[in-house]
């Protein structure tokens, strides 16, 4: 209990006073509620008696009515505070979560996957809540109702009190036995709904798949195969709630039976006054809430503690890639790039995806990288803002190693179109100045030209405006590409990487990308990856990977004379279209 409290404490910050103000409604709330037996008592006697007259009658009602209506401000009182408190406390620690998840690298998420996380940031994260909301008040609440519901019982009788309550704690044991098979059941079905909607998740988005391959009638019986498996977990829930409650019922009946049979014997023997025999009973109403929610508070602190666990320990991972303590801020850098001696693999059981790479990049050169299928490119473009851990002194921005800067600022300096960059699905626009919601529209224009990408949004129903749906469904392959183009130059970093960012655009489009590139990249240092030497044969530098290793470095003419790999790809592409050419003759 107390490691729970040490955990959520910065999440309760100034709600002190909230707190106590809720806790003293809940408690004035309990003592009206335990003062009214006390009234009935005096009309039941004095009517029993043959005292009572129709004022006092009226004034006994009169001030019920009272006690009524503090009972219910009260009430309002303090579940407006106290569960106030509790929601405050979810949004601070879902705040918290978010920010944390977002500083995790994306290694760790390959290992982890998306349903637990919105299962974590959901369904725990509602745990956590009821038991430091619903359970702190219920635990207050029992405890004083408990304690003083039984000192009234047995201020009227002790011996029938004793009889009485012996079939009480029974249903807390109910209650908690119950509520823990009813849990793991409820989980069950939760579990099998997630899966039964990541399915459907799934499917819609790869509909074009599935319609490909035909596979609507398996898609269907599969779906009903997990729709059966969900109503069958239901069901067995049912079961096990169908049971509680006629349960607990039993339970009380038993108790009141006592209480008719012992307390009513009493009256007889004129040992108990009608009064006290009535205010008993009502008593023993009170009573019976305070005996559930034993059962029902340890059951929620239990998962509340479970759920607590589960987000510490995310909370707990540490981004592999952090600013050390003495990172240094960088910024308007030159744009130089060295790599000494690096060799990298993602991880340390995985083979060498590059080995012994040097090379050095001037500011403002214009560089290209080729290399067959799988040869390293983009895990070596992707070093460059360390997306992913690198020993020390390997990589150079401006003669500073990258593992000594901060990564934001080091991020800042760099503009990365990544091979298949993910497009949210807003407007275009919006998609366009992802990266700096603060820039002119104007400027966003200018991107869009420069990436070819105006012509086409031109002929789009609402321009620039126009929602381009999950993930950009509604842009062509080359659409969305310059639309990720024309995302990364609108912040003008230092230093441009496109990584085979024009693959899906035409040669005619794809020289005109180039050309207005090279212009308004002047002095800064851009790198082109491609599979095309009409991308490459412009720049100044080229570098050939093959296997993890630089095989060819040079510019378009030094390398056609080396007569290696980039000759060959130089031929068979001159040659091809060639064909291509008289082909269009034909
Ligand atoms: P392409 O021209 O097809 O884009 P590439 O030259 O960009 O290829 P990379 O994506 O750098 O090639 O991949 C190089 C090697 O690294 C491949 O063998 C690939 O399987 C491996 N690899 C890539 N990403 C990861 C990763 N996250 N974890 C482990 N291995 C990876
Ligand atoms: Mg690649």
Redesign the pocket.
């Known amino acids: 209990m107390k490691k729970v409290f040490r955990t959520l404490k910065p999440y309760f910050v100034g709600e002190k006073l909230v707190f106590l103000i809720g806790i003293l409604s809940l408690i004035l709330v309990d003592s009206f509620q335990l003062f009214i037996p006390r009234v009935i008592k005096r009309g039941v006697d004095e009517l029993s008696l043959g005292r009572a007259t129709t004022s006092l009658m009226l004034k006994l009602g009169f001030f019920i009515m009272l006690l009524t209506v503090g009972i219910i401000i009260m009430r309002f009182l303090w579940r407006y505070l106290i569960i106030g408190i509790s929601r405050r406390m979810e949004r601070r620690l879902r705040q918290a979560f978010y920010k944390h998840l977002l500083t995790l690298s994306p290694g760790w998420y390959?290992d982890y996957k998306v349903g637990n996380l919105m299962a974590l940031a959901t369904n725990d994260l509602d745990a956590v809540r009821m038991m430091v909301g619903i359970g702190i008040v219920a635990t207050f609440d029992s405890g004083f109702l408990m304690i003083t519901s039984l000192a009234m019982m047995i201020l009227i009788n002790p011996l029938l009190t004793l009889y009485v309550i012996i079939p009480l704690p029974i249903l807390s044991i109910i209650v908690g036995y119950f509520g823990k098979i009813l849990h793991r059941r409820f989980k069950l079905v939760q579990e099998s709904f997630a899966s039964l909607t990541d399915r459907v998740r799934e499917t819609i988005s790869g509909i074009q798949v599935v319609k490909n391959y035909a596979r609507q009638d398996f898609e269907t019986e599969r779906f009903k195969g997990m729709s059966t498996d969900y109503v069958s977990k239901n069901i067995k829930m049912i079961i096990v709630g169908g049971m509680f409650d006629p349960l607990i019922g039993l339970v009380i009946g038993f108790s009141f039976a006592l209480v008719l049979m012992w307390g009513g014997k009493n009256v007889i023997l004129a040992s108990m006054s009608m009064g006290d025999f009535v205010a008993f009973n009502s008593y023993l109403g009170i009573l019976i809430w305070p005996m559930i929610a034993v059962g029902w508070v340890i059951n929620l602190y239990q998962r509340g503690k479970a759920s607590l666990d589960r987000i510490t320990e995310v909370f707990e991972q540490e981004p592999d890639i952090a600013d050390s303590p003495d990172a240094i801020e960088i910024s308007d850098i030159a744009g130089r790039i060295e790599f000494k001696n690096l060799t990298f693999r993602?991880k340390p059981d995985?083979p060498d995806?590059l080995t012994d790479i040097n090379f050095k990049i001037e500011p403002g050169e214009f560089v290209g990288i080729t290399?067959r299928?799988?040869?390293?490119?983009?895990?070596?473009i992707s070093l460059i803002p360390h997306l992913h851990d690198t020993p020390t002194e390997t990589i150079f921005i401006d003669d500073i190693d990258i593992c000594k800067t901060k990564l934001a600022s080091l991020r800042s300096q760099i503009g990365l179109v990544p091979?298949d960059s993910f497009l949210f699905s807003t407007t275009l626009l919006e998609n366009i100045k992802f990266g700096n919601f603060d820039i002119d529209d104007e400027k966003a224009l200018q991107a869009a030209t420069v990436a070819q990408l105006d012509k086409d949004v031109r002929d789009f129903p609402d321009g620039y405006d126009t929602v381009i749906g999950e993930r950009g469904v509604m842009l062509s392959g080359g659409q969305k590409q310059r639309l990720s183009i024309a995302r990364a130059i609108i912040l003008d970093p230092p230093i441009l990487i496109l990584d085979?960012a024009l693959s899906a655009v035409d040669t005619e489009t794809e020289e005109a990308i180039l050309e207005k590139l090279q212009e308004i990249r002047k002095g800064k240092t851009t790198i082109i990856i491609s599979h095309r030497i009409s991308a490459l044969q412009t720049t100044q530098k080229i570098i050939v990977?093959e296997n993890g290793k630089i095989i060819e470095m040079g510019n378009h003419n030094e390398l056609l004379t080396r007569k290696g790999y980039y000759s060959e790809l130089y031929t068979m592409q001159q040659i091809q279209s060639e064909l291509n050419s008289e082909n269009e003759h034909i």
Do not use: R, W
């Open positions: 390959a993602y995985l995806i290399g299928t799988g040869s390293g490119k983009t895990t070596l091979q085979d990977l």
